[in-house]
């Protein structure tokens, strides 16, 4: 009798690595695993070998980094995605992309399950799920971590028991993902909120001790939203995205300690690092305050937090993100022009910015000789606009009066 098969959501470490044995022993599986390169370090093929190596029946390699960086990242920019006014969503629209990826591979090599390596109280399994569910609701899903309820320790132990290679050792207890738009890190002494985190959590930012003592500029060219040249230069997106995880990593831009709100109702501690994202988002709203019109900046910041919550929350593709989406390529269209930044001790600032759409006008704007602005109307503006709240008070003294007596 043919065995069936799940497709496993595969990084090579810990939690997944120990789960390709447990799925053989608990549900009797042949295991596909796949792991999605989204620009996170390591030898992907040594992953896939590793995986055969362990049990896997086959493993599966996708490069989805230009993907990433077209389908999700670039709509997240556009929308200045930033969960709670920290989290620029990293680890958060990675899921959804590899959720795609997994069906696709459960559909061609005929598996009736997939499975992933988040836990029970975490952000990842719902991001995964729901994706999973609405791209193919007839596929069923497997949550390992969630059914063994292992403590890392245990399944440190299990590695072991079974001549699993793990990279998680007890002397270093983190958690992380990476990709093209950040690192997450969590877990062993992060987990107590009132504890600094020590440095050796950190890994694409330098220490504030040991960042650069010398401001460094960087002018970031966008088109209709989009990034596209750096320091004078044209460059492809991914390039910039890496040169800017660079550059404010030395500088110790994007560094992120926060306590969370996750989606199953509990507060985490998290650190990330964003360098290119922080650096990005920055400098993407201040273009957009330059060209957008006040009364359209102004909402789409209310519909901003909302897509980023749909984000957060494992609803990319829902039918309300895919309308947002349409709104915030339409503000777009005159998002174009010049920024510069200046990075310095986890600092960024907008210096400059610049852009022939630009709605500022010079001679509205200035009090010097060259002042263009009507002052004369302003009176009659200002009795037109607070005429209501002058009505009201009024009715409110008249009611006030007929009390007294």
């Known amino acids: 009798m043919t065995k069936k098969k799940v497709v496993l959501a595969y990084s090579g470490g810990l939690d997944t690595s120990v789960a390709i044995k447990w799925l053989q022993e608990k549900y009797n599986l042949e295991v ?98 729901v994706s999973i569910a609405s791209l193919d609701p007839s596929i069923k899903v ?46 062993g002494v992060l987990e107590d909120p009132a504890k600094e985190p020590p440095e050796d959590a950190y890994s694409w930012t330098k220490s504030p001790l040991k960042a650069s003592d010398k401001p460094e500029y960087v002018v970031i060219e966008f088109t209709e939203g989009s990034p596209v040249g750096l320091n004078g230069k044209q460059i492809d997106t991914m390039n910039l995205i890496k040169t800017l995880n660079e550059l404010g990593g030395k500088h110790r831009v994007g560094r992120v300690d926060m306590v969370e709100n996750r989606l199953v109702g509990i507060k985490s501690r998290e650190i990330y690092e964003c360098p290119a994202a922080v650096i990005l988002i920055q400098a993407h709203r201040e273009l957009e305050a330059l060209t957008l019109e006040r009364d359209l900046a102004h909402f789409k910041l209310l519909l901003e937090h909302k897509y980023a919550e749909l984000i957060y929350y494992g609803q990319w593709y829902s039918p309300l993100k895919e309308a947002l989406d349409s709104f915030m390529e339409k503000t777009q269209k005159k998002v174009t022009g010049k920024v510069k930044m200046k990075l310095y001790k986890g600092s960024n600032f907008v210096v400059e910015r610049e852009s022939k759409e630009s709605l500022y006008d010079f001679s509205l704007a200035t009090y010097e000789a060259a002042d263009a602005f009507s002052q004369d109307s302003a009176k009659g503006f200002i009795e037109l606009f607070g005429l209501p709240l002058k009505v009201w008070a009024k009715r409110q003294r008249k009611g006030k009066g007929k009390g007294r007596g």
């Open 32 to 129: 596909v695993t796949l792991a999605v390169d989204l620009g996170q370090p390591g030898d992907l093929d040594a992953i896939k070998q590793k995986a055969l190596l362990i049990g896997a029946k086959e493993s599966y390699v996708i490069d989805a980094k230009k993907e990433f960086i077209k389908e999700f990242i670039l709509p997240a920019l556009k929308a200045n995605a930033v969960y709670e006014g920290k989290y620029p969503l990293a680890t958060a629209l990675a899921r959804p992309l590899i959720a795609k990826h997994l069906v696709e591979i459960a559909n061609k090599s005929g598996a009736d399950f997939v499975a992933h390596g988040s836990t029970g109280k975490g952000n990842d399994q719902v991001r995964f799920e």
């Open 142 to 187: 497997i949550a390992p971590i969630r059914e063994w309820s292992m403590s890392r320790d245990e399944s440190m132990q299990y590695a072991e028991k079974h001549g699993i290679p793990v990279p998680t050792t007890k002397k270093s207890p983190y958690s992380t993902d990476e990709n093209l738009w950040g690192r997450s890190c969590e877990c």
